[in-house]
Structures are given as structure tokens and as C-alpha cells.
């Protein structure tokens, strides 16, 4: 069974502190998402990773960044949080083939301060 | 640019009762659909994909492509059907990758 783990179920933190969500999967697979889950706007994604130090941006990327040094972890950075950033992110992974879907982790609920 | 719409925010219905969670499409060409749900406090999950044609947890989806629609059924609601749900688009080709969901559609089941 895929696993897709995120280091922190819920985190707190300030305004203007530098955030980082780490992403770790367990199945080698090529590509990994970082999304962001907002009632009434459902799924928006941040950013997307093809294969190890390859990233490419996705609908909302503003205000994020992000790394992918091994191929079984993607980190999302928020440079400087801000309140409106306040969420719920979600990670994903899917195996490079055509078409498969995506597995995802259980999820990160930040809150900026 | 492909588009996903769920037009119900919302959708309540009693136990027993049918359901049908819409979504629509906006794609020219033949596309890969897929409904994920969400339970309370849970990761977000595959239900079904509509090339395996398969009925999941009593759930069915046909695609149909003149109606550019991927809707979600089950003849018989139960409470423990209640959560979050989001029909997907995957678009993907050589070196492309392009996955867009619909905004979600929370379903409650009345005992």
C-alpha cells in the first residue's frame, strides 16, 4: 500500500516566520504534489515535481517555494507566512506512468498568527 | 484550459434514498476521470477511476462523453457514504502532466 507521509498533522506559527512542510513518500515514485484544501475552492495546486530537482509550478504558487533533493521527499516553503496562508495542505504522489492517480497524505492543517 | 465543475456544494439525502453526485467536464479531448473522497478526519482517497469501470463501496460513475459528465451514484444511501467529495481530470501525454479537481461536493446522509 503507498504511503505518503507529512511530518506534522497541525502547526502553529507567526507571521513572517520561514514554514516548511516536509513530504516523504515510500512507493519511488516520479512525481509529487504539494496542494492547498480551502473550503469552497477545494483543491488548488501549488506546486509539482517531475522527478528529483525538477519542479514546476502550478495554479497558486505565489508566496511558496519548494525542494526536492531525493526523490522520496518534497518540502513546500513559505518564505515569509502570511495569515492568508492559513490552511490545509495536502501532499501527493503518483508513479511517473500514464494516466495513474494520485495518493495522498493525511495533511498538514497550518494556522499563521 | 480544461475545467472540472461540481454544481452542488452540497448534496443531503436520506438513508436509504438514491444519490447522485454531478460533475461536468470541459475537455476536447478523451479524458481520464476519476471521483476521491474524503471522510471526516481522513486522507483524501481514491473511489473510483472510470476506466476500470468498477462499482466501488456500491458507488458506480459512467462517463459520457456527449454530455461531458462523470456523475457519481448509488442506489441506496448510508450514513457511512457522508463525506467530501471531488471528481477529477487527468490530462497526461508524453512529458505532460495535468490533473484538475472539481471544488468538491460534501454529501450528508440523514439516519
Known amino acids: 500500500d503507498v504511503k505518503v507521509t507529512q511530518s506534522s498533522r497541525y502547526l502553529v506559527k507567526r507571521t513572517g516566520e520561514k514554514v516548511f512542510l516536509e513530504c516523504v513518500q515510500d512507493m519511488d515514485h516520479e512525481n509529487m504534489f504539494w496542494y492547498r484544501q480551502d473550503p469552497g475552492l477545494g483543491l488548488r495546486l501549488i506546486y509539482f515535481s517531475y522527478d528529483v530537482k525538477m519542479k514546476e509550478k502550478g495554479d497558486i504558487p505565489e508566496g511558496y517555494s519548494v525542494s526536492r533533493e531525493k526523490k522520496e521527499r518534497f518540502s513546500l516553503i513559505l518564505e515569509s507566512a502570511s495569515t492568508n496562508q492559513t490552511s490545509m495542505y495536502l501532499c501527493a504522489s503518483r508513479p511517473g506512468q500514464y494516466n495513474q492517480p494520485q495518493h495522498f497524505g493525511d495533511g498538514t492543517r497550518l494556522s499563521i498568527l | 484550459a480544461q475545467r472540472v465543475t461540481q454544481p452542488e456544494k452540497l448534496l443531503s439525502v436520506f438513508k436509504g434514498a438514491p444519490v447522485e453526485l454531478k460533475c461536468n467536464y470541459s475537455?476536447?479531448?478523451?479524458?481520464?476521470l476519476f471521483w476521491y473522497v474524503q471522510y471526516s478526519r481522513q486522507r483524501l482517497q481514491l473511489l473510483l477511476r472510470?476506466?476500470s469501470r468498477e462499482s466501488i463501496k456500491g458507488f458506480t460513475a459512467d462517463l459520457n462523453k456527449g454530455e461531458t459528465s462523470f456523475h457519481l451514484k448509488k442506489p441506496f444511501a448510508q450514513e457511512e457514504d457522508s463525506a467530501m467529495y471531488y471528481c477529477?481530470?487527468?490530462?497526461?501525454?508524453?512529458?505532460?502532466?495535468?490533473?484538475?479537481f472539481g471544488k468538491g461536493t460534501k454529501l450528508s446522509v440523514i439516519p
Open positions: 472510470h476506466i
Open positions: 475537455y476536447s479531448g478523451s479524458p481520464e
Open positions: 477529477a481530470l487527468i490530462i497526461s501525454g508524453a512529458g505532460s502532466y495535468q490533473l484538475t
